[in-house]
């Protein structure tokens, strides 16, 4: 670990004006992902700005008549928050299946967001790594890539993003409100994170400066024929191989609206509206279910390790859907 | 007798001290002015170090001394100076010896500053430029430089073959082929590797995490040339080690080394990265052919392993021999090579080699009962070995019959239908296998000491050590009983050097090695108050005969007449004797070792629910039926079959080291990505301890538990998996892509 300076802040202007005046500065949340890093020198902040003491650690309604997360509202309260498992079944359901309770009670929901991807390589600072240092090649490629991504890839970087709460977000059309040095602004969920093309440094669209300050939820239908499945090597405490966010809204048997995300499949939750736009109107049933993942995963590529994803990716997005389908029952 | 402590559920002894936190590991040890150890790890597998950059971290103000190659002289230039006593064959690694690097991670450099920070952050500063050389970590690339397996490591012995197997196998009427795969694992105990070396007025005292205070003792002395008797090593708790423990591990021969030079007290620990850096459960390839006749009688074994090992020294355990005495069969052919790599010598590891051998000969056995179309049990029970084949001995006790038959019943096998994918629920298919499971009894020899004193109490000692088994609370128990005492009375001391010489804490074999010196310094002491209560004057037994003396709850009386009775402590007092202190040494029975062998056995029976479109595989179910002779503690006996079959699980379907051959470097080196069972991956776990008696075997009839507990788990659940899918997955861990078949590079696998 570095030796690095830290400031405390107090309000959102000090908090964007303390990382402003520091180089290399970081904030920190929870810091359940950063701190790790820096023990092992991946990430080596010269300065931190704490944010815990900033003003953002509510659930409010918002004007659209959604919900409004607060950035600093932990993971663990969002998930167990009554209007949010109400309202917001399939995000409470996909943060619950993340991690672990004692991290879920650290973790942030800002903090969520930028998580770093779990590639071995990534964290191990002998091996070669376009991530963290941009042009030194990508050991994933030809290593051990079980984990890794089949949609989206790039010969520079073939990471996952990790997070189970952003694949719901995704599927729930969020948006994330920023605020930086030059204003505020609102990025729609699906333009934060990247691909990594070849600039994989870069896991978003966010600068460094800027803060996250709350994500908005739209008012959502998805509130009774929602599923989320992780699959992992194991029951709990591991990252999904292939997550699926499954939503339906129905009329009979007949999709109303549909909502398909991935996760622990590309650099970003992988979500095709078009694809769920075009079952729209069709019946839910296994057939269709089946369709809709062929073209889901239509592009995705293998590198050896985790070729056999794209094929448990369909039957993931199946399994999902009938899960939905059922109501969720044995959720 | 009245007291009775043996074969009672009595709760740890350090249990409080435990989860009140006053028990002290060898972490929590300060010291005034210590100083901080953090170890740079080598990034390369294979080459030299050209340069190595201290500036940066000796600059910073509290850092003392950056330890590289270039500046540690003087020790011994022999590496058999550096032989632990469970070295294998070979040359030792020699820390900071020179500038080749024979491995990923190999330690380059310690760091020692004022505070733990800013030793860590110091070692970042440490820049090492290395000339890398050509290397191979891949054993089934290497396959061709296989080399029979040398002897010489302590418990090895070599495999022996007998009858004719590649004839029986060829005119057999139903045979098997297969070949199995295990990845490497790494031991992961909770407790991270940390040592604190204090050096003071000419003595070296040392705490470390070890199963063995003596190899430590032995291994420094030798290394550092300081007298055994000036090295005292402690270790009084140890938080797991699984085998990890059994040979000196690098940071203590850093703290050591820093100790000495700097003369201040050093600590030096591993960081969990570091804990893949210093031997593992070697990857190995096995191959299997069975034969039988139509009756299902087994007509040939032919077993052949390959495991790896490091270039410098040959890591060897037993693999195939279990082949040969596991089931009755005239013709068996072993065969067990070794193959070279770049990498770090693999050390035993819980249950080292059957955990490996038995999944592949009993899902092999398994494979078999299918092409004979019998129930695995029944064809496992029609090729019972009665006696050892091997070695043509009976077996001291073997009621491995009874594992069967009670593990069937409790675990319903006789509702099993036989087909594979005949019994599912809704999309989860269910499967149940079965597997067998044998260890070695072991004895070695073992002292102890014993002190009782004027108010009753009794201390006994002996250097050994618990990691977590159950050791203090059975010597307590033994000791009790031996001596006809409160259990309260007595306290059980390990894990010093300044205490009597015990063997390695491994092979199951500390009940029985140090649990007989235990039983036998007390009756050392039994006879002592014997004859102090005939001799003594004003004795109640005065002149009598002390064959009717017996010992109950700290009170000796005569066995015809229970009024007649005086307390030890009064006895002591009238006879004038402040304390009695005796030292004794027990070992195996040679003679009883000559005429038979000695085995612990274990049925294991599982029930498994794979999700038949997702290939997920969870285990609802486990059996364990044991037959380990006398169970001293039944509590703390279950908890080491629990935490076997859960490593047993854990083996089967996550446990992996994963190395990338592009660096020669496990990659998985942290338990987020390294995979062991959470709770939720375990379900109900039965463990059943069958009635065995052996009065052979030693003094107290006990077989051991450390490791029973997991050597059938695997074959068990790779059975049950067969049964549910009808896929055969031979490679370890079985893991969703395996299962579904549809990983791509993988055709170690075949559908039936
Ligand atoms: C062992 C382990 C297992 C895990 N398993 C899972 C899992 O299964 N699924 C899953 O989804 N997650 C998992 N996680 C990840 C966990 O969810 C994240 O670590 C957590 O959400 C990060 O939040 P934090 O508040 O601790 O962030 P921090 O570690 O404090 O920060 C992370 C990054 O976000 C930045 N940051 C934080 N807040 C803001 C903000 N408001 N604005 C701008 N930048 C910000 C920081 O600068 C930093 O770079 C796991 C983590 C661990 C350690
Ligand atoms: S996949 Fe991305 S994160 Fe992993 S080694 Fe390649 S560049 Fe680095």
Redesign the interface.
Known sequence: ???FSYNKAHDVAEAVADIQEHEGARFIAGGTNLLDLMK??VMKPAHLTDINRLDLADIKENEEGGLTLGALVTNADTAWNERVEQRYPLLSKAILAGASPQLRNMATNGGNLFQRT?C??F?????ACNKREPGSGC?AI???N?IHAILGTSEHCIATHPSDMCVALAALDAKVNVTGPNGDRTVEFGDFHRLPGNTPHLDNNISQGELVTSIDLPPSNFTKNVFYLK?R???????A?VSVAAALDLEGDVIKDIRVAMGGVAHKPWRRREVEESYIGKVASTENFRALAETMLTGAV?F??N??KI??AK??I??ALNEALKSGENL | MKTQYIGKPVSRVDGLAKVTGSAKYSADFKVEGMLYGYIVSGSIAKGRIISIDTSGAMSLKGVLQVFTHENVSGLPWFSIKYKDMDAPTGSPFRPLHDDKIIYSGQPVALVVAETFELARYAASLVHVSYQEEDFTTDLVKNMDQSYKAPVGKLGYVSPKSRGNADEAFDQAAFKMSGSYQHGAEHHNPMELFSTTAIWENGKLTVYDKTQGVSNCQFYIGNVFGLAYKDVRIISPYVGGAFGSGLRPQYQLFMAVLAALELKRPVKVGLTRQQMFTFGHRPVTLQQLQLSASTDGSLESIKHEAFSETSRFENYTEIIVNWSGTMYNCDNVKLKYELVGLDMYTPVDMRAPGAVTGAHAIESAMDELAYELKMDPLIFRLKNYADEDQTEEKPFSSKELIACYREGAEKFGWTKRSIGPRSMREGNQLIGWGVATAAWDAFQAPARAKALLSIDGKLIVSSGTSDIGTGTYTIMTQIAAESLGLKIEDVTFKLGDTNMPLAPLEGGSWTAASVGAAVKGVCEDVKKKLKKMAVKTKTSPFYDTSSKDIVFDSGIISDVNDSSKSISIVDLMRIAGVNSIEETSTSGPNPINKMKYTFNSHAAVFAEVKVDEDLGIVRVTRVVCAVAAGKILNPKTARSQILGGVVWGISKALEEESKMDHQYGRFMNHNLSEYHVPVNKDINDIEVIFVEEKDDIVNPLGVKGVGEIGIIGVAGAIANAVFHATGVRVRNLPITMDKVLQIAEDDKNQVAV
């Open positions: 670990m570095n030796s092992e020198n779990r071995y390589y964290y191990d600072t002998a091996t050991s030809n290593g051990i079980r699959v090597d194991r029951q709990s405490y591991a990252f191989l293998g050896g390790g070729t056999f094929e448990l039957r993931a199946v399994r």
